[in-house]
């Protein structure tokens, strides 16, 4: 192997090296909650408020 | 531009146009919004019992509160029809958080559960809307399967009084197979609201084939007593047919009796059977002394011997928000 593949092979070797180090260091970082923004509209049909004193038909 | 959302562990990235797993967190323009916020689907008043919490001012009424979606597929899930729908073939009420707080003091309850889906997705919502109710003195309760990161998660505990949070499994396997999701998140986040000092209860569906061999029900029980404490109330619940879990039966009383035996072999001191009529299954009783504290048929309180939260037989302090 001459020098220059040599040197060449050791700088993609560190390269490899640095950008596992920072997928993993990505990883690891806690990351920053950012709160979803309440959006204008509702996507579906509204319907009017009924008697809400019944028990629900819904689990929980 | 996508866009990330860093609420649950799904952290989905979003393409403009679209929605995250839970279809209700949608990349507007390169913007994360919440579609659900204000709008929720439905609105009723339940026995504080059927979320269920058995140690949370028993026999009181709650105002219980849900929007459509949920970031979690369970094939067995009981409210599927909401909790897979998509908000835009979906019917809601407009009722912005303050609305649902006057709502909760005109009605005379003196707390609001966040629940029937999972509040996790409609997160912003429930944030707001618990902020405002600490506010007017109105208990916070959560209904949830504790699929949720951990920074958002301590945010919120701050504003909650009480939660139900469901244990489905005790391996990773099963989450991924039944829930679309995992395990581990699960367990940091029961760990993390025991931790923050509010009252929390566990709930475990045991479903026939998947979950119900004594070893597994050992293993969560002995998990929850080693990681959250032997006072920490658990409900065995029942399940039924639902969803795409139609093939399988439902569970017998047989099971349920025995995951609570094998419960309170391991040393918890509170095991409740839900879903299902139990003689003794529903009542609560005295881990020291074993006498009768609170007998329950269905969501209804026949006697409450509780004297400021003790035993009045042997003194013993009952965990629980008993007032």
Same mark, same amino acid.
Not at chain 2, 283 to 294: E, M, V
């Given at each position: 192997?001459?020098?220059?593949?040599?040197?060449?092979?050791?700088?993609?070797?560190?390269?490899?090296?640095?950008?596992?180090?920072?997928?993993?260091?990505?990883?690891?970082?806690?990351?920053?909650?950012?709160?979803?923004?309440?959006?204008?509209?509702?996507?579906?049909?509204?319907?009017?408020?009924?008697?809400?004193?019944?028990?629900?038909?819904?689990?929980? | 531009?996508?866009? *990330?959302?860093?609420?649950?562990?799904?952290?989905?990235?979003?393409? &403009?146009?679209? @929605?995250?797993? +839970?279809?209700?967190?949608?990349?507007?323009?390169?913007?994360?919004?919440?579609?659900?916020?204000?709008?929720?689907?439905?609105?009723?008043?339940?026995?504080?019992?059927?979320?269920?919490?058995?140690?949370?001012? &028993?026999? @009181?009424?709650?105002?219980?509160?849900?929007?459509?979606?949920?970031?979690?597929?369970?094939?067995?899930?009981? #409210?599927?029809?909401? @909790?897979?729908?998509?908000?835009?073939?979906?019917?809601?009420?407009?009722?912005?958080?303050?609305?649902?707080?006057?709502?909760?003091?005109? #009605?005379?309850?003196?707390?609001?559960?966040?629940?029937?889906?999972?509040?996790?997705?409609?997160?912003?919502?429930?944030?707001?809307?618990? !902020?405002?109710?600490?506010?007017?003195?109105?208990?916070?309760?959560?209904?949830?399967?504790?699929?949720?990161?951990?920074?958002?998660?301590?945010?919120?505990?701050?504003?909650?009084?009480?939660?139900?949070?469901?244990?489905?499994?005790?391996?990773?396997?099963?989450?991924?197979?039944?829930?679309?999701?995992?395990?581990?998140?699960? *367990?940091?986040?029961?760990?993390?609201? !025991?931790?923050?000092?509010?009252?929390?209860?566990?709930? #475990?569906?045991?479903?026939?084939?998947?979950?119900? !061999?004594?070893? *597994?029900?050992?293993?969560?029980?002995?998990?929850?007593?080693?990681?959250?404490? @032997?006072?920490?109330?658990?409900?065995?619940?029942?399940?039924?047919?639902?969803?795409?879990?139609?093939?399988?039966?439902?569970?017998?009383?047989?099971?349920?009796?025995?995951?609570?035996?094998?419960?309170?072999?391991?040393?918890?001191?509170?095991?409740?059977?839900?879903?299902?009529?139990?003689?003794?299954?529903?009542?609560?009783?005295?881990?020291?002394?074993?006498?009768?504290?609170?007998?329950?048929?269905?969501?209804?309180?026949?006697?409450?011997?509780?004297?400021?939260?003790? +035993?009045?037989?042997?003194?013993?302090?009952? #965990?629980?928000?008993?007032?």
């Amino acid at each position: 192997m001459t020098r220059r593949k040599f040197i060449k092979k050791l700088i993609n070797t560190g390269v490899m090296v640095m950008a596992g180090a920072w997928c993993l260091a990505k990883k690891t970082i806690p990351r920053k909650f950012i709160r979803a923004v309440k959006s204008d509209s509702f996507p579906g049909s509204l319907k009017p408020l009924r008697d809400i004193k019944c028990e629900s038909k819904w689990s929980g | 531009m996508k866009v *990330q959302c860093e609420l649950c562990p799904k952290i989905c990235l979003i393409a &403009p146009g679209q @929605s995250g797993e +839970c279809r209700v967190r949608v990349n507007i323009d390169g913007v994360l919004r919440t579609v659900v916020y204000g709008y929720p689907c439905s609105i009723h008043i339940d026995p504080i019992e059927k979320k269920p919490l058995f140690h949370f001012l &028993p026999g @009181s009424k709650i105002l219980s509160v849900a929007t459509v979606g949920c970031n979690l597929h369970c094939k067995n899930c009981q #409210n599927w029809e909401i @909790s897979q729908a998509n908000p835009e073939e979906s019917q809601a009420f407009a009722c912005p958080p303050q609305e649902l707080v006057k709502l909760t003091n005109q #009605n005379h309850c003196p707390s609001l559960a966040y629940t029937y889906t999972d509040p996790i997705v409609y997160y912003e919502y429930t944030y707001d809307t618990a !902020k405002l109710a600490r506010q007017a003195d109105i208990r916070n309760v959560l209904v949830t399967a504790g699929y949720i990161n951990e920074e958002p998660w301590k945010q919120l505990l701050k504003y909650v009084d009480a939660a139900n949070i469901d244990l489905k499994g005790i391996t990773d396997d099963f989450y991924r197979r039944v829930c679309s999701g995992t395990l581990k998140p699960v *367990q940091n986040a029961l760990v993390l609201a !025991k931790g923050s000092g509010i009252l929390v209860e566990v709930t #475990n569906l045991i479903i026939p084939t998947l979950n119900d !061999k004594p070893e *597994q029900i050992g293993r969560l029980v002995r998990w929850i007593k080693a990681n959250m404490g @032997s006072d920490t109330p658990l409900h065995f619940s029942g399940f039924y047919p639902r969803y795409k879990m139609q093939h399988l039966p439902p569970t017998s009383q047989k099971t349920l009796e025995l995951a609570r035996q094998i419960g309170m072999g391991e040393g918890l001191e509170y095991v409740y059977i839900g879903n299902l009529f139990s003689k003794e299954g529903e009542n609560t009783y005295c881990p020291s002394c074993k006498s009768l504290l609170i007998e329950r048929v269905g969501y209804s309180i026949l006697k409450n011997r509780l004297k400021d939260g003790n +035993c009045p037989d042997c003194g013993k302090e009952i #965990n629980g928000v008993w007032k």
